[in-house]
């Protein structure tokens, strides 16, 4: 059976975890968190006594190694992976990806590495807010360059599909890009809302229902997750609060001379519907040779097409995409 060890066992570490040993994966990890250790041991997962031990055990068993660490610890888990299991390829589910490819570049520039990001969460935190079903039908976002290995990005991709996730294909940029304005920004938004509302005092606070419980409810998770996330991402995210800001202007520039709101409104109601459209829209079914030259490229075109992996047949990649017609 495949082995999976996973560096981290928060939310989505202790997930994997849980996904893949449902599957049938050998599943082991380690945490530095004891509460989180404990509780996974209590459920009756592998764990080890530490990082170092669990990367002994997957350098014998040429584990597929699942980084599942906030951004700002990533550095340290590297040098230990250079130090005992240098030679396992490696995937990670932290949200951003350029920077994390950075790193490995320097720290392991001969490692075999493919990002992932799974894009799926919960309102808790730590182990005790995963699930073996976390991932179910959720997209798990695989960079996919030109010169990806091909071997090892399979290799992933069948880990992401036995934990119930259906696979994205896209480049580092393109993922960054993308996150910044559907999940990073929107974390920001939060942030500035929910201080805007309790800024209206008392009454303002006693009145907030459905309106402000939904544009702040990502405003309730971890801080120091959330900064690691947002500014591990700056340059995009950057771009993407420069628009908002604009949009949040021609608003208050319609507002003060005419007071309308309706282009503002209107355009982000479209928007929001065709989004929820997009989610019931009739698929085709594709597939692909994932060894042939111009693979990686027509699979990022996929992605941004909005289509999906669901299964993998030795090389053959099959999944649905989107008709628009």
């Not at 599942?68 to 990533?74: E, F, G, I, N, R």
């Not at 896209?170 to 559907?182: G, L, N, Y």
Request: contains cysteine; glycine residues 12%; negative net charge.
């Amino acid at each position: 059976m495949p082995a999976v060890c996973v560096i981290g066992l928060g939310l989505i570490g202790g997930s994997v975890l849980r996904a893949a040993a449902a599957a049938g994966w050998q599943a082991y990890g380690a945490t530095a968190s004891t509460a989180d250790a404990d509780a996974a041991r209590g459920a009756g997962h592998d764990v080890a006594a530490d990082v170092d031990e669990a990367l002994r055990r997957a350098a014998s068993d040429d584990a597929l190694l699942v980084i599942a660490v906030p951004l700002t610890a990533l550095d340290s888990v590297l040098r230990q992976i250079a130090r005992f299991a240098p030679h396992c390829g490696l995937t990670d589910v932290i949200s951003v990806k350029g920077p994390v490819a950075a790193s490995i570049t320097t720290r392991l520039p001969e490692a075999r590495y493919v990002g992932g990001h799974p894009m799926a969460g919960s309102s808790t935190s730590g182990w005790a807010g995963g699930s073996a079903e976390l991932f179910r039908d959720a997209p798990w976002l695989l960079v996919t360059e030109d010169d990806t290995d091909r071997a090892h990005w399979l290799r992933t991709a069948r880990l992401a599909l036995a934990c119930g996730a259906e696979v994205v294909a896209a480049s580092a940029r393109e993922h960054d890009a993308a996150v910044a304005r559907i999940s990073h920004l929107p974390h920001v938004l939060a942030a500035v809302l929910a201080s805007v509302g309790s800024g209206g005092g008392g009454l303002a606070m006693s009145l907030a229902a459905g309106s402000f419980s939904d544009g702040t409810r990502v405003a309730g998770s971890r801080p120091a997750l959330v900064q690691a996330m947002c500014e591990g991402n700056r340059d995009e995210l950057l771009a993407a609060i420069d628009d908002a800001l604009g949009r949040l202007g021609v608003a208050r520039g319609s507002l003060a001379t005419t007071g309308s709101l309706a282009a503002t409104i209107n355009h982000g109601n479209l928007s929001r519907m065709r989004w929820t459209e997009s989610k019931t829209l009739p698929t085709g079914e594709f597939r692909l040779q994932f060894l042939d030259p111009d693979a990686p490229a027509e699979l990022r075109a996929i992605g941004e097409a909005g289509g999906r992996i669901h299964t993998i047949r030795g090389d053959v990649l099959h999944g649905t995409l989107p008709r628009r017609d």
